[in-house]
């Protein structure tokens, strides 16, 4: 409203029409004409959301209660897709394996998050240093980094395995793609190569704003260092924690790109995820209408995820 | 009280260093590799064992990445295709997610606050999981197989963070200013340009290089949307290379491929290092 007022003067109620009358006019034109202009530049976003997000939603919803292939002949079934995916072993058992992915990964890289910003927490150049060292993986692709780490297990050929072998704790023709542990153990390690840099730069911003003088006073109430981790550090750590830990699970159950990349989805498609699934379904069977209903299930389980996060982050600001 | 800063170190100092240096080498070393090995010659790129240290130094591989030996599209056009779509998509969030940001806080209008809060809404849904609806849209309109195309997908899922992370330094900027502009005989979009875009350029910043990483780096939309290997980005195109020709693979030259990828990143990031952090931070927390 305060933009309105500055432009000119109410006009008064003195009774003399010839003055007032003109800012009056000029005064509601420009106002429309701001609220005209606002909806102007705000449309070229919303065109672009409406036609590739909002559109794209409200189609798969549509989809999902049809059989939709990509040429052919579309025909309403309508939860059917919905009862197939319940039956559909193949894809019970990617949300099992995506699930399976996620409990791993989760703490895995919160505990390793927390170690670097622990360790990054002393003041001086060195540890700044070390800290864009820790970073500098987060802003590779995963693609590169997953071709990468492909070639660095390669049997035969790849410098780690090479490495490991001539330090006696592998042999060459270890085949780590071979077997489901090895495999998801190299997938794994990429994802903690990749990311445990930025889970690290989030808890050091959030250790930054403990206050030192809370952690000293506790040291000279005579606190040992667990004791002042554990109840000082970790709790007023919490949100950081809580933020982190929505990141990873959202960023594990959409997990492709290393699994596409590394493992093809083997051995013997046990490393298929969620999404890798729906690609399957929709990108190599043409059944779009049945990968809609995959992705409508997905779509529910991520909007659990963010509304748990909405959540976290309100109660963060009250505190 | 140097006693008890130091008792607040979770380790002790020579441990410190220990520990840092060996951490340091263990997430530096798959960076190594890939050096390494995009510059041996092709011929010690494929050796087994492997060298610990290349042995010459070569471009063979790049030459062998670059000269497209087995016809089709070549790396350079796919090289190309990722450059004109990430910074075609950079430029047009930077410009939209501006625009609709100043809208969204300065030019209120009916309805204004409500389509804000749907366009933060599309946060919740990544576009991992509406893109089989997605890939019809863009069929109907004929954008599948299209650099165009490709390049709107990434500015809209990247418009929602560059609207949010510039919001705050818009709304922090005191109306009187632009008031003041206003009644200066500037034009209202004048006074965007001249007043608020000076205070909004860190999230202008952080904005773009969220977009350009995310552009750069995008492997699954281009790899379903795109076709035609003439279409292809870089990420697509390492799948190509790590596919091979002929069924034999070329590690060489798609570690070569690795490091053509992975060098734009490092060196934006290592030019523009503060604002990646800081963009990086308000997003996250705020």
């Known amino acids: 409203m305060a933009h309105n007022t500055i432009v000119t003067a109410r006009p008064g109620k003195s009774g003399r029409p010839s003055v007032p009358m003109r800012p009056l006019k000029r005064r509601r034109t420009l106002s429309t004409s701001r609220s005209r202009l606002g909806a102007m530049v705000v449309s070229p976003a919303l065109i672009l959301l409406t036609v590739f997000f909002f559109l794209p939603v409200v189609l798969m919803l549509w989809m999902s209660l049809n059989r939709w292939p990509l040429l052919g002949k579309i025909s309403f079934i309508g939860l059917g897709n919905y009862s197939a995916a319940f039956q559909d072993q193949d894809f019970l058992r990617a949300a099992g394996f995506t699930l399976l992915y996620t409990l791993i990964m989760t703490p895995m890289l919160l505990v390793i998050g927390v170690a670097l910003a622990l360790l990054i927490r002393r003041p001086g150049k060195a540890s700044r240093v070390f800290q864009s060292i820790y970073f500098l993986p987060v802003v590779v692709g995963f693609a590169a980094a997953g071709y990468l780490w492909l070639f660095m297990a390669q049997p035969n050929i790849g410098p780690m395995l090479d490495l490991l072998t001539r330090a006696g704790l592998a042999s060459h023709s270890d085949n780590w793609f071979g077997t489901f542990a090895t495999a998801l153990g190299i997938v794994c390690a990429m994802v903690v190569w990749k990311v445990a840099g930025m889970q690290m730069l989030l808890l050091n911003s959030g250790l930054q704003s403990i206050p030192v003088e809370l952690e000293e006073a506790a040291r000279i109430d005579g606190a040992t260092r667990t004791q002042v981790f554990r109840y000082i550090i970790l709790p007023l750590l919490r949100p950081t924690l809580a933020l982190l830990l929505v990141f990873s699970v959202a960023g594990s159950l959409l997990a492709f790109d290393q699994f596409y990349i590394m493992t093809s989805g083997g051995p013997a498609n046990q490393t298929i995820t969620a999404v890798y699934h729906i690609y399957r379904v929709s990108f190599q069977g043409f059944q779009l209408g049945y990968g809609a209903a995959l992705s409508a299930l997905l779509m529910i389980v991520l909007a659990i995820v963010s509304a748990v996060q909405m959540l976290i982050l309100r109660n963060s600001d009250h505190n | ?286």
């Open chain 2, 1 to 286: 009280m140097t006693s008890l800063q130091s008792s607040l170190r979770p380790v002790p100092r020579a441990a410190w260093w220990i520990i840092n240096t060996s951490l340091a080498a263990l997430v530096l070393y798959p960076f190594w590799v890939v050096l390494s090995q995009s510059i041996k010659s092709p011929a010690e790129a494929a050796a087994a064992p492997p060298t610990l240290f290349p042995g010459s130094f070569s471009w063979g591989n790049f030459a062998k990445l670059f000269t497209n030996e087995n016809g089709g599209a070549g790396f350079i056009q796919q090289l190309g295709n990722s450059v004109l779509v990430s910074v075609g998509a950079t430029l047009l969030t930077i410009v939209l997610s501006t625009l609709a940001c100043y809208g969204f806080a300065r030019l209120r209008f009916r309805g204004s606050n409500l389509l804000f809060f749907a366009t933060l809404a599309t946060f919740m849904i990544p576009f991992q999981a509406v893109i089989t609806p997605l890939y019809l849209v863009l069929h109907q309109i004929g954008l599948t197989n299209n650099l165009l195309g490709l390049m709107l997908v990434y500015t809209t899922f990247n418009l929602p963070f560059g609207i949010f992370l510039m919001r705050n330094s818009f709304a922090a900027l005191p109306s009187s200013i632009e008031e003041a502009a206003l009644v200066d005989g500037c034009g209202v979009l004048r006074a965007m340009v001249r007043v608020l875009l000076p205070v909004a350029i860190p999230g202008v910043i952080s904005t773009a290089l969220f977009t350009f990483f995310a552009s750069w780096n995008e492997f699954f939309a281009a790899l379903i949307l795109m076709t035609d290997q003439s279409k292809y980005t870089l990420p697509v195109a390492l799948n190509v290379l790590s596919s091979g020709t002929f069924g034999t693979l070329d590690w060489g030259a798609l570690q070569a491929g690795v490091a053509v990828t992975i060098v734009p990143c490092i060196g934006i990031y290592v030019l523009l290092q503060k604002y990646y952090v800081g963009g990086m931070l308000t997003g996250a927390m705020k």
